[in-house]
């Protein structure tokens, strides 16, 4: 059941970009989550940063919608513990659903069920290339 659990907030998560809502997407975190994120900013801690990230990344999108989608998603989970890692594509759509571009990266989640399972560390990432310092293009 648990799996399963974890399975439901990875859905929540890309339901959550998708509509653009802010506290739904922050209300899935621990209140001192920590992340290592891909873009700008080499970590952040508690939901006030987190809200801070959200409320740009949301605002910058104008009226495009992220369509988030987990790919081979490897879930653990044992008692009040578990972990999801998986490549994650995320979708820019256009109001009408036309796809205008998308990203490939990596995802880990570490989670802990207190009552409800919460996100407490999230790490994105690319493969940086060792000639050009540049993030490598995954595979399609």
């Known amino acids: 059941m648990s799996e399963q659990e974890i399975r439901d907030v990875l859905d929540a998560y890309a339901a959550t970009v998708h509509a653009r ?6 209300g899935l ?3 001192d989550v920590h992340l290592f994120d891909a873009w700008e900013e080499f970590e952040a801690r508690g939901k006030e940063a987190l809200r801070a990230a959200t409320e740009q990344w949301f605002g910058s999108l104008g009226e495009e ?6 790919d081979d998603a490897i879930v653990v989970a044992d008692g009040d513990v578990g972990f999801v890692h998986a490549a994650v594509v995320f979708a820019a759509e256009t109001a009408s659903g036309e796809r205008v571009r998308a990203m490939r990266n990596r995802f880990t989640f570490g989670l802990r069920r207190d009552g409800r399972w919460r996100i407490v560390h999230q790490h994105s990432s690319l493969p940086i ?11 399609a």
């Open 21 to 26: 809502d802010v506290d739904g997407h922050v």
């Open 29 to 31: 975190y621990d209140d």
């Open 65 to 70: 919608r992220v369509r988030v989608t987990f």
């Open 129 to 139: 290339s060792m000639v050009t310092m540049t993030a490598v293009p995954p595979p």
